[in-house]
C-alpha cells in the first residue's frame, strides 16, 4: 500500500505562485499515476490533473491548463503540482490521489492523501 502526504497549501494573493507535493511512503511512486482534485464546501471534487507513471505524461482539467504544472521525482518518491497565476476561484482543499500503472485520464484512483488547504485571496 502507498501513504500520500500533501503538503505546500496556505494563503497566496490572486496572480501568487504555491507548488503543493504529494509525498509517498510504503511502494515507490514511480509505478504509480498520480492524480490532483480539489474540493471546496458543499461542492463536488473536481479534477485539477495528473501524471503518468511510465512517461510522465500530464493530463489538466480546462480551469487549470497553462496555469498548473505537475512534476514528479522519482528519487524523492514526489509529485509536485506547481499554480501560477492564482485564482480566488482555485481556494480548495486539494488533494493527491495514485493509482498503480493506472490510465492517465479515468482512471479510479485507490489511494488518497488527507488533503491540503490553498486559499486564494483577491
Known amino acids: 500500500q502507498v501513504q500520500l502526504v500533501e503538503s505546500g497549501g496556505g494563503t497566496v494573493q490572486a496572480g501568487g505562485s504555491l507548488r503543493l507535493s504529494c509525498a509517498a511512503s510504503g511502494r515507490p511512486i514511480s509505478t504509480y499515476t498520480v492524480g490532483w482534485f480539489r474540493q471546496q464546501p458543499g461542492e463536488q471534487r473536481e479534477f485539477v490533473g495528473a501524471?503518468?507513471?511510465?512517461?510522465?505524461?500530464?493530463h489538466y482539467a480546462d480551469s487549470t491548463e497553462g496555469r498548473f504544472t505537475l512534476s514528479r521525482d522519482n528519487a524523492k518518491n514526489t509529485i509536485y503540482l506547481q499554480m501560477n497565476s492564482l485564482k480566488p476561484e482555485d481556494t480548495a482543499v486539494y488533494y493527491c490521489?495514485?493509482?498503480?500503472?493506472?490510465?492517465?485520464?479515468?482512471?479510479?484512483?485507490?489511494?488518497w492523501g488527507q488533503g491540503t488547504q490553498v486559499t486564494v485571496s483577491s
Open positions: 490521489a495514485a493509482q498503480a500503472y493506472g490510465r492517465l485520464i479515468s482512471v479510479q484512483y485507490d489511494h
Open positions: 501524471i503518468g507513471w511510465s512517461t510522465a505524461n500530464t
